[in-house]
């Protein structure tokens, strides 16, 4: 039976390395908080360096957000000055010119007739869509009104008149814009000595609905039409 007895206290007892248990200890404990300050303070600047690049992000986003709010200013303004533009010139097509208008009418009058007024009026009415375009909104539109008033003197005073009229719903008057030509009064001039034949007149005249809407979308709609 082998005994062993150890006559040296624990903090008396040496290794046969250089260093002793405790001081290797003490060493590892040392070298564990040193890494641990080192992580805390890696953590630390690493926080600053991250807070910095954030509110130097959220500078640049305030800038650029700025820009942001100026582009689509910009943006609406464009917009709505394309809409408006795109009225002005629906309404520019549509409109009809009373100079031109005056223009013919004065080539298709007949010698024995004498105007004593034009007058020229305009309304908006919409346009329904298409069947085929049941969910698209109606079209504005511009129909006009004009009343021709005057006399004829002859003896064939209303066939004048009337042939007056036929012209007016041909190409070489206004055929191509009218809707309706009405024949309001015809009668005789009481102001014409006796003697005489005279025929004062009234006609109303209406055109078709003209299209409040751009080059392009009047294009569009004819060739809609086509199909």
Known sequence: ????????????????????RPTMVKLGAGA????????????????????????RVRASMKKID???????GMQKDLM?????????????????SSAQLL????????PEMELKRFTLASRFEMIPPPKWKKDSPPTPGLRY????????????????????????KSGAGFGGLLESVK???????????AGREARVFSVLLETVIR???????????????KR
Do not use: C
């Not at 000055?81 to 009809?96: F, V």
């Not at 009104?145 to 008149?161: C, D, P």
């Open 145 to 168: 009104t004009m009343r021709i008033e005057g006399r004829v003197i002859s003896a064939f005073a209303e066939t004048v008149v009337v042939e007056f009229l036929r012209t007016l």
């Open 211 to 225: 299209r409040m809407e751009p080059q392009e979308e009047r294009a569009q709609h004819a060739d809609e039409v």
């Open 80 to 96: 709505a000055n394309r809409n408006l533009q795109n009225d002005l010139e629906g309404w520019s097509r549509a409109r009809l």
């Open 103 to 110: 223009r013919r009418l004065q080539s298709i009058v007949p």
């Open 183 to 193: 024949l309001e009064r015809l009668h005789r001039d009481p102001t014409v000595s």
């Open 1 to 20: 039976m082998n005994l062993r007895l150890d006559l040296l206290k624990d903090e008396e007892f040496r290794f046969p390395g250089r260093l002793s």
């Open 32 to 55: 564990a908080a040193a890494l641990v300050a080192a992580v805390v303070v890696g953590l630390i600047l690493q926080g600053r360096i991250t807070r910095g690049r954030l509110q």
């Open 66 to 72: 700025a820009s942001y709010q100026i582009v689509r």
